[in-house]
């Protein structure tokens, strides 16, 4: 039921607002994307062995690459319970709380323990170093590796004859707090997306296959080009292929975006995932494998994904900074004071020291403490982080682009309209079709239903039901026949219309039914897709923000067009297919950073793609699992709450980097023994203590932040 889709046309791409944009030409399956890998995942999942990982995981694993949560959990734990001990039989730690505590062999135990928490909770970072090293990107796992090492080597040295003093309570506590803070961190990110596998769920398991007149169930990947499937009321659409029997209407909202049903009858082609609606239909395998249409969107999101740039942590420049500055200026050291004192045991010392300072706790956590509270702070506003590089790029954002069923709208029906014809007025035009359609499980049905008891209007019983697929529903109101028929039932039956009115609504894209007493017309009711109160709030704060508003949709021009102007939209792009939502997305990145909000199947690539996907919480897991951030309250008002917390903790963390780094400006020359002739030494033990005051500011900052 409903109007028929104007004729597809494609129009130039315009800054002004509201000019509409139709990309067509690659209806079916992405051409020049096929890959082995996407078929043989969809496969194998339909069978239960999905061999192949998510291999876009790797833009969430950066230095973490190779451990979970839980280990760097586990890590830190042990290796906090180790350092007790350490820290008791620190001479320092003695000196400072007053108390004594040494027996034979304790500079022995100290060793042992430290080795301990060195390899075992130093491992991450040892690994990490390495691998920073074979690819030329050193960052903060290379500073961290280098400080604990030249901390414990020097240290073991001393305890075996090397004269000087051990660094192996601040070797034990670097350890903890690095541990700690990439805990934190990590925590604060939900992982590897696992979109590909939403993706492939979509898909039934089994199909029913028609076998010599008879209907036998089979697995889905056991079919063939060629076969015949039943596909029953109410059911997924199990593979790609034609219908070859029966009429129906299908519902390929998920995968499409069109927001009604589509009719469906012998010759047309129909989508696997797409729902089938109220009649039974027998289609022929086209495609398989790879070949399929969901398939396709599954390598869409997969390459989207694995191309996107990996942005580097602020953490990590002033790592690799400080990395370089604190070889450099440990080298040096050693060198002059070499020279200069004659003596190797003080200028390993001075060296050490550098090393070990150079490498403050706070710069460890200045930049997880802040993501751990504003992660908390979104969760509470109901904003959910997933990706922490993509949102810490939302402060940049210049455009947002939504996708309009069941982000901008509600994805529901809803009478707008109701237009008597010929002696009944509006409540007698909604009561006569709401009666009628309350028999029928059809969207649109549900639709006039709603408005009934939104207006508190009582229906009427109903004798003798029929639903006429695609065309309409029938039945006896006292004694007699009334319809509810969709503009093709009027035009085969040749019943002229003529009104205004009604042709205002349908170049609005709204759907129009129409209601009959024994074929003689006396109303019509339109219904369009109900625009949520909120998206008119959400794009005047953005705009007051000077981000442009868009929207991508499968949907007609003419309810794009329709919803862009009531919306007041800078522009819009209509009739887009789930494979070219990416592509439309990469064209608005040549002017823009951008943002895509969406809920559905079809936005997957669209979200992977945008420099930040932004996924309504009540939609499918597939966009959910494809976006950097999930707005969890379903409400696009939370998009500018996400740019404006965005720029807030990107504020606070260069704040903490600039105290974190700042410490280091004066405590490496100082350590380095630059004041030596005015008997001013940095020694490990004060260097500690400006460690732990640094790393008090940066807590204390971090607690700050504000939504």
């Keep these: 039921m409903g109007l028929e889709v104007a004729e597809e046309s494609k129009r130039p791409k315009s800054p002004n607002r509201g000019m509409e944009h139709n990309i067509h030409g690659m209806h079916g399956t992405a051409k020049g994307h096929k890959t082995d890998d996407a078929g043989e995942m969809h496969e194998n999942h339909q069978m239960g062995m999905a061999r192949h990982p998510d291999k876009s995981s790797k833009r969430h694993r950066g230095r973490h690459e190779g451990h979970k949560t839980e280990d760097f959990k586990r890590r830190f734990i042990i290796s906090l319970i180790i350092t007790i001990p350490i820290l008791l039989l620190s001479s320092f730690i003695q000196e400072l709380f ?77 350890i903890d707090i690095m541990l700690f803070g990439h805990w934190i961190e990590m925590r604060s990110i939900l992982g590897a997306s696992r979109a590909l596998e939403e993706l492939v769920k979509i898909m039934p398991s089994e199909a029913h296959l028609i076998k010599d007149g008879q ?154 403490l ?108 006292q004694g007699r026949s009334w319809m509810v028929a969709s503009p093709g039932y009027l035009r085969e039956n040749n019943i002229k219309l003529d009104d205004d009115r009604v042709n205002r609504l349908a170049e609005q894209g709204k759907t129009v039914v129409f209601l009959l007493e024994e074929d003689r017309l006396v109303g019509a009711v339109a219904l369009a897709d109900v625009i949520r109160k909120e998206s008119r709030e959400a794009i005047e704060e953005l705009r007051s923000m000077n981000i442009n508003c868009m929207m991508l949709t499968g949907d007609n021009r003419f309810v794009a067009r329709w919803v862009a102007e009531d919306l007041g939209l800078d522009d819009f792009f209509a009739e887009v297919l789930p494979h070219e939502k990416a592509q439309a997305i990469r064209n608005v990145q040549r002017e823009y950073i951008v943002a895509m909000v969406g809920d559905g199947v079809n936005d997957a690539p669209a979200l992977a793609q945008a420099d930040v996907g932004i996924a309504i919480g009540a939609g499918t897991d597939v966009a959910i699992e494809s976006a950097d951030i999930v707005l969890v309250r379903n409400d696009p008002r939370d998009m500018a709450n996400i740019i404006r917390l965005s720029k807030r903790t990107y504020s606070k963390m260069f704040q903490n980097l600039i105290w974190a780094t700042g410490y280091n400006a004066l405590a490496i020359p100082l350590a380095a023994g630059v004041l030596y002739g005015y008997d001013i030494i940095l020694s490990p033990a004060i260097g500690a203590i400006l460690m732990s005051a640094s790393t008090v500011i940066v807590a204390i900052n971090a607690r700050r932040l504000e939504m």
């Excluded at 090492?149 to 192996?168: I, N, Q, R, W």
């Excluded at 002696?423 to 239903?449: D, F, K, P, Q, Y």
Aim: net charge negative.
């Design 370 to 477: 802040v993501v751990a509270v504003s992660t908390s702070l979104a969760a509470k506003s109901g904003l959910l982080i997933r990706d922490r590089s993509a949102f810490e790029r939302a402060r940049d954002i210049q455009a947002v682009v939504f996708d309009k069923t069941g982000t901008l709208t509600e994805g529901r029906f809803g009478v707008t309209d109701i237009i008597p014809l010929a002696g009944l007025n509006e409540t007698e035009v909604l009561r006569m079709a709401a009666s009628l359609e309350a028999n029928s499980e059809h969207s649109i049905a549900a639709g006039i239903a709603e408005g009934s008891k939104e207006m508190g209007i009582d229906l009427i019983p109903i004798q003798g039901f029929k639903s006429i697929p695609g065309k309409g529903i029938e039945g006896q109101i």
């Design 215 to 368: 209907t036998v169930e089979v697995k889905v990947e056991s079919l063939k080009p060629g076969d015949r499937v039943l596909v029953k009321p109410g059911e997924k659409i199990p593979i790609d292929g034609t219908v070859i029997e029966g009429e129906t209407s299908v519902n390929e909202s998920m995968l499409t975006g069109e927001s009604r049903p589509v009719r469906k009858r012998a010759g047309d082609d129909v989508i696997g995932g797409s729902i089938n609606g109220e009649g039974s239909i027998s289609i022929e395998v086209k495609k398989i494998g790879s070949e399929t249409y969901l398939s396709q969107i599954i390598e869409l999101v997969r390459q989207a994904q694995e191309s996107k740039s990996r942005t580097q942590d602020l953490a990590d420049n002033a790592a690799r900074w400080l990395t370089i500055i604190s070889l450099s200026v440990g080298a040096i050291t050693f060198a002059a004071w070499l020279n200069f004192s004659k003596d190797s045991a003080f200028a390993i010392e001075r060296a050490v020291t550098v090393m070990v300072i150079s490498c403050p706790h706070a710069l460890g956590l200045a930049v997880p």
């Design 98 to 174: 007053r108390f004594e505590l040494q027996f034979p062999g304790s500079l022995y135990v100290v060793f042992l323990l430290s080795s301990l928490v060195y390899f075992y909770g130093g491992y991450p970072f040892l690994k990490g170093f390495f691998k920073e090293v074979k690819d030329k990107n050193i960052g903060m796992m290379t500073l961290i590796a280098t400080a604990i090492s030249a901390a414990y080597f020097y240290s073991s040295a001393v305890v075996f004859g090397l004269m000087g003093e051990t660094f192996f309570w601040e070797l034990a506590t670097l």
